[in-house]
Antibody, heavy 124, light 107 residues
Framework: QVQLVQSGAEVKKPGASVKVSCKAS????????MHWVRQAPGQGLEWMGW????????NYAQKFQGWVTMTRDTSISTAYMELSRLRSDDTAVYYC?????????????????WGQGTLVTVSS | DIQMTQSPSTLSASVGDRVTITCRAS??????LAWYQQKPGKAPKLLIY???SLESGVPSRFSGSGSGTEFTLTISSLQPDDFATYYC?????????FGGGTKVEIK
């Protein structure tokens, strides 16, 4: 069965960086785009961007350009999301989510499997 | 950017009730709309995509309809497991956007 297992909670100081991992299993990692979505406490969902695990190509939401970096290691079926220059309003749960994909292996921007979430707390 | 507006923001209902949640887009998104269910402390779960296609394994009491700018998620007979927050999400543009959510509470 498809599983996405994320790394544990992090506490960071303002200005620092955080790198969250998402290990995939139960499917061909390089066959489906991976997205990152965040949720501030008590708030809604915010899409951050995607990575194509096959090519390494990325597309970031305009808000996060220059600030987020998504990478992957295909040898261990793991995607990563690094957010730099953290501020207190970056405190949120960060989710990885697999794209449903289509029969040609392209993205559809539909999120069919999600990781359990990683709480990142930014506090001085 | 396309804006997604859900209503109501909170809904109180009883087990067995028929529940309808509305999602409106600021411009036409054809049928490129998904619905998710989220329970406290858990990740969202995909229920519906392409406005009305039921995701595999999702109970048939959930249904979606609409196109263009107005969409609905209907739960035909609310079950105890359905008390949660529901989000719509458009994927017509390159940047998916979620609605603000509708919390379904026990009446």
């Amino acid at each position: 069965q498809v599983q996405l297992v994320q790394s544990g909670a992090e506490v960071k100081k303002p200005g620092a960086s955080v790198k969250v991992s998402c290990k995939a299993s139960g499917y061909t990692f390089t066959g489906y785009y991976m997205h990152w979505v965040r949720q501030a406490p008590g708030q809604g969902l915010e899409w951050m961007g995607w990575i194509n695990p096959n090519s390494g190509g990325t597309n970031y939401a305009q808000k996060f350009q220059g600030w987020v970096t998504m990478t992957r290691d295909t040898s261990i079926s793991t995607a990563y999301m690094e957010l730099s220059r953290l501020r207190s309003d970056d405190t949120a749960v960060y989710y990885c989510a697999r794209d449903q994909g289509d029969k040609w292996g392209e993205y559809q921007l539909i999120f069919d499997y999600w990781g359990q979430g990683t709480l990142v707390t930014v506090s001085s | 950017d396309i804006q997604m507006t859900q209503s109501p923001s909170t809904l109180s209902a009883s087990v067995g009730d028929r529940v309808t949640i509305t999602c409106r887009a600021s411009q036409s998104i054809s049928s490129w709309l998904a619905w998710y269910q989220q329970k406290p402390g858990k990740a969202p779960k995909l229920l519906i995509y392409k406005a009305s296609s039921l995701e595999s394994g999702v109970p048939s009491r959930f249904s979606g309809s609409g196109s263009g700018t107005e969409f609905t998620l209907t739960i035909s007979s609310l079950q105890p497991d359905d008390f949660a927050t529901y989000y719509c999400q458009q994927y017509n543009s390159y940047s998916p956007i979620f609605g603000g959510g509708t919390k379904v509470e026990i009446k």
